[in-house]
């Protein structure tokens, strides 16, 4: 039978359509959550674009979301979409339904990151047979790891973007008590996000009496294009991003790489080898022969969250989260 796979963010949901297990995904649609008052309304537009035939035949749906999943009712951030896993089941006439964790998809959209369209920005030999490390600077900071065993890999479902932000220079020292004006706990998301981006970029104009409005798209628009202000506040992202990778990896012994996804580092990719990215990552005192050995790779597929969606149907370390007819 066929699957529909959807991964629903904020703005938009993307749909896509999988004629049997493992098969290409056909019919991409992304929709703008604003125009449907619930998933329901989105799924069944799609399904009008995929057509009767096809449809008749879906009996399984993967939803991967920017939302913590855990719970019967999901309650999707920063839309107004909200919906209980069995009730939504039963209103699509589906026989199986998976809903996992966006950044959980992106991770299993990378079970062979050396052969699906990555792009090296970090060489290392790596170690098959490791853990490797998935994180994603976007709106937020989804950190993500699948860990390899015989049944295939085990993805690590955390909160890794709201872990304490850990300066490791003077400016990000004074960085960290200028958030903490506003915030009593500063995280890394903080900063290693589009919002952080705006946060850095307001605290460097403050230091130097200059206009602070200005959104992350202006920012790193600016920050290839020119030196100055932007640029620094790009800089320091990618210094701070390295800090964080470097930290999940010796905590996670991710021998095996890292894999960078969402929205921001594409864009500031031009930056990464003139910024303090590499040596955040590879200079760890007693521990930096082994960062060496880390192959780090940027995501550049659009589709990574459908991918991993479709690829978590056929997880057996997931099956139990299947809700069935």
């Known amino acids: 039978m066929s699957s529909i796979v959807s991964d629903v963010g904020g703005t938009n949901a993307r749909f896509a359509f999988a004629e049997t297990k493992g098969a290409s995904l056909t019919d991409i649609w992304t929709a703008q959550c604003a125009d449907f008052p619930t998933i329901d309304a989105a799924v069944e537009a799609y399904r009008q674009i995929v057509g009767a035939e096809k449809s008749a035949h879906v009996d399984a749906m993967a939803i991967a979301v920017a939302a913590p999943v855990k719970a019967a009712i999901v309650n999707v951030t920063n839309n107004h979409w909200r919906f209980a896993k069995r009730d939504l089941l039963t209103r699509l006439s589906l026989r199986r339904l998976l809903v996992i964790n966006d950044f959980t998809a992106q991770a299993l959209a990378q079970t062979n990151p050396r052969d699906n369209g990555n792009v090296e920005i970090l060489s290392g030999e790596g170690d098959e047979n490791a853990p490797l490390l998935v994180i994603g600077p976007g709106t937020g900071l989804g950190v993500s790891a699948l860990i390899p065993s015989a049944n295939g890999p085990i993805p690590i479902e ?6 304490s932000f850990s300066p ?7 960085l960290d008590a200028f958030t903490r004006r506003c915030r009593p706990h500063v995280t890394a998301e903080h900063f290693v996000s589009g919002g952080g981006l705006e946060t850095i970029y307001r605290f460097l104009a403050a230091r130097e009496d200059e206009p602070t409005v200005m959104t992350a798209p202006e920012i790193g628009e600016r920050a290839v294009a020119e030196k100055g202000l932007c640029r620094d506040a790009a800089m320091m ?25 969402g929205g921001i580092v594409p864009k500031l990719a031009p930056l990464i080898a003139h910024s303090p990215f590499a040596d955040r990552v590879r200079k760890t005192g007693v521990t930096e022969p082994l960062m060496k050995m880390i192959p780090i790779w940027l995501s550049v597929d659009p589709h990574a969250g459908l991918r991993g969606a479709q690829v978590a ?5 997931l099956a139990p989260r299947i809700v069935d007819a």
């Open 237 to 261: 992202l990618l210094g701070i991003l390295g800090t964080v990778i470097a930290d999940n990896v010796l905590t996670l012994g991710c021998w095996r790489g890292v894999v960078i996804s």
């Open 158 to 163: 955390g909160e890794g973007g709201h872990v």
């Open 313 to 317: 149907l056929g997880n057996a370390h």
């Open 168 to 174: 490791r220079s003077d400016d990000e020292r004074e």
